[in-house]
Nanobody, 124 residues
């Protein structure tokens, strides 16, 4: 299983970015997917998750109302639309996949495979 995250970059506060995660060796239609992020000196934190069906969407409190996760099972892609970006959103963003039907979305140990991460930098 390989996950490839892309779409990171430098953006001004208030701007938008869309991250994508492409998978190989698995069919996204069978698995739950999530985005986490990690800032320097901080632990990896939950951003958003989406179930195998495209439902069951959950967001972290700090991104609720600004970010949107979506899934294209036909292309094995997961997207994270990020709007109204803030400097505190600066982090490396990771996509992850879980094979579990029942899992704790905010618990990174419930995910089986991870992408390499893509850096998002939000300038003030």
């Amino acid at each position: 299983v390989q996950l490839q995250a892309s779409g990171g970059g430098l953006v001004q506060a208030g701007g938008s970015l869309t991250l994508s995660c492409a998978g190989s060796g698995l069919r996204f239609s069978n698995y739950g997917m999530a985005w986490f992020r990690q800032s320097p000196g901080k632990e990896r934190s939950f951003v958003a998750k989406i179930d195998w069906s495209g439902g069951g969407i959950v967001y972290g409190d700090s991104v609720k109302g600004r970010f949107a996760i979506s899934k294209d099972n036909s292309k094995d892609l997961v997207h994270l639309q990020m709007n109204s970006l803030k400097p505190e959103d600066t982090a490396v963003y990771y996509c992850a996949v879980t094979t579990r039907r029942n899992y704790s979305p905010r618990d990174s140990t419930d995910y089986d495979d991870w992408g390499q991460g893509t850096l998002v930098t939000v300038s003030s």
